[in-house]
């Protein structure tokens, strides 16, 4: 979709809304374009989603993993560098590779296997330290996750793995840094949150007006 028809799309030919794209740079707030509050759906997706460590042997149909690629395909990334990398491990060899790398692949039958890439991803003009990939890579990753959610699918975010092992072992090239793998697929009948789930801070105790 191009710039106008995605203008038409959200009802935005004229105006502000389109008038915040132009600029690039954040609108002047209030409302959206529809004159709504946000959509009440996405706080139930978000709040249906938990993370899953036991997985039904049900393979996941490639609908799903398209949806959830293309999920990643929309995600915002600073200055739009996109410098990341997914494989999608399904193969029996490729799962059984990665069960060996990480205890906690928890028998999905599709791994996702995201990368980011330093050398590609913006660097602030004023801290040479400060690279977006991590942060870009990390919107890629929750888009997924909560479309995973829509599709049905269970998934779990996990860190734990030797990222240098997991290079060697997929022949991920140098330039890119395995950031996080993404479980997927199906919850097994009978799982459910841990107890983790339901440990979350009160808004009051990070949320702060000035
Ligand atoms: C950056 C990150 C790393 C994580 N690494 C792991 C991991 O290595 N193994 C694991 O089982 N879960 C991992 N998790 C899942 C968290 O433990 C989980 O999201 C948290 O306890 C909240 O529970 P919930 O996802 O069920 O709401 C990770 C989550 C994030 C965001």
Request: a positive charge; proline letters at 6%.
């Amino acid at each position: 979709m191009n710039r106008k028809d995605f203008i038409k799309s959200i009802g935005a030919a004229a105006g502000a809304p389109a008038l915040a794209l132009a600029a690039g740079c954040g609108g002047a707030g209030g409302e959206d374009a529809a004159g709504g509050k946000g959509n009440p759906s996405f706080l139930q997706l978000a709040k249906s989603r938990y993370s899953v460590r036991y997985y039904a042997k049900k393979p996941v149909e490639q609908e799903k993993i398209d949806a959830i690629l293309e999920a990643a395909r929309v995600a915002p990334t600073a200055k739009n560098l996109q410098p990341f990398k997914i494989y999608v491990l399904r193969s029996a060899e490729a799962i059984s590779k990665i069960n060996k790398l990480t205890r906690c692949a928890y028998g999905a039958p599709v791994v996702f296997l995201v990368c980011h890439d330093r050398s590609k991803a913006w660097t602030s003009p004023f801290d040479a330290n400060d690279n977006s990939a991590v942060m870009d890579v990390s919107i890629v990753g929750t888009h997924m996750m909560l479309e995973a959610t829509e599709q049905g699918l269970g998934s779990c975010w996990v860190k734990y793995f030797n990222p240098k092992k997991v290079s060697a072992a997929f022949g991920v090239p140098g330039n890119l840094e395995p950031s996080f793998i993404l479980d997927a697929g199906y919850p097994l009948k009978g799982a459910a949150p841990n107890k983790m789930h339901f440990e979350r801070r009160a808004v009051k105790d990070f949320a702060e007006y000035r």
